[in-house]
């Protein structure tokens, strides 16, 4: 990938391509590049941001501490996707903690340079507002699935969203590997619950499992299961 951003994919995806190539100039030439590695913390709860993540490789986790300790994950961002623009924008400390799935490198765009072009250009601010808008939805579904469905149909849903978020090996299993405390905070549940299901739906064929990887088996049940049909 690029580091020009001018010419770097991770425009596709934001609000970047609302911007001249003279205006992408004056980000690249203001950017910095930032390296991750499996399991550093990218930004804490409560910091300060003092600029946005465009993400150029890699997998981070959102995640919320909730008061009786536990993390909640809210989502995944990865290759194209962007970080911080939340608490940059509305200029807030961090209300989630981001943290390195795997091996990151992201370029780090100062706030400075992210709230003059807000200032100066009505359609980047409209297409970042659009994907904050889109993450307010993801949020309400988030909430409408931990407070309706069962865990065993919030595991089904979770894992054909990580299958389409994140692809398939040549074997099958799913690129993204998460322990199984990761996907129990993705579902809202207790760990030892979240075993016990995936062993349901092993026993039932729908997945297959090797340590932390995971493949779909019978996506066409999983399907239906993650829509709250229940055979």
Do not use: W
Request: charged share 30%.
């Amino acid at each position: 990938m690029s580091n020009k951003c001018e010419r770097c994919i991770v425009k596709k995806f934001t609000g970047l391509q609302a911007l001249s190539n003279e205006q992408l100039k004056c980000i690249s030439d203001g950017k910095v590049t930032r390296t991750f590695k499996k399991g550093d913390i990218i930004f804490d709860e409560g910091d300060h941001l003092k600029g946005i993540y465009c993400v150029r490789y890699g997998i981070a986790k959102l995640s919320k501490l909730s008061t009786n300790g536990k993390d909640q994950i809210i989502k995944f961002v990865s290759d194209g996707e962007v970080l911080g623009q939340r608490s940059v924008i509305a200029q807030e400390p961090a209300n989630l903690r981001a943290v390195a799935v795997n091996d990151m490198d992201s370029c780090f765009i100062p706030k400075k340079i992210i709230l003059d072009h807000l200032q100066n250009n009505a359609s980047f601010t409209l297409e970042l507002l659009q994907g904050l808008a889109h993450e307010l939805k993801e949020a309400d579904d988030v909430i409408v699935n931990i407070s309706q469905k069962p865990v065993k149909n919030r595991i089904a849903e979770t894992l054909l969203h990580l299958e389409d978020s994140f692809g398939v090996d040549p074997e099958g299993f799913m690129i993204i590997q998460l322990s199984r405390e990761d996907i129990s905070n993705i579902v809202g549940t207790a760990t030892e619950s979240c075993i016990r299901m995936l062993s349901e739906l092993k026993k039932e064929k729908l997945i297959e499992t090797s340590g932390k990887r995971i493949k779909i088996i019978n996506r066409n049940i999983l399907q239906k299961l993650g829509e709250g049909i229940n055979n």
